[in-house]
């Protein structure tokens, strides 16, 4: 299997499985790590960088449709 790591391009390892289920299906899920441990330090806190500038930028949009909406209903 090729999946090497984003940051520094060793093949990845599987660090962590378990299972979950949708409906009536088992799905195994495993997640799939660096080898060196400060690499992996890297691509997390790059992940979690991600994801908070991705809930910042729906949380703006919330903000400004309700803004656009408060402006509607004051006219």
């Known amino acids: 299997m090729n999946n090497p790591c984003v940051n520094c391009g060793k093949q990845r390892v599987d660090g962590k499985t378990w299972k979950g289920k949708s409906g009536a299906s ?3 899920y ?3 790590i660096c ?10 806190k790059a992940i979690a960088d991600r994801k908070e500038k991705s809930a910042d930028i729906a ?16 006219s």
Request: charged content about 40%; some cysteine; proline content about 6%.
């Open 59 to 74: 949380r703006k949009k919330v903000e400004a449709k309700l803004a656009r909406e408060k402006l509607i209903a004051a």
């Open 35 to 44: 080898p060196d441990p400060e690499c992996q330090k890297l691509v997390d």
């Open 26 to 28: 088992v799905i195994t």
């Open 30 to 32: 495993t997640q799939t």
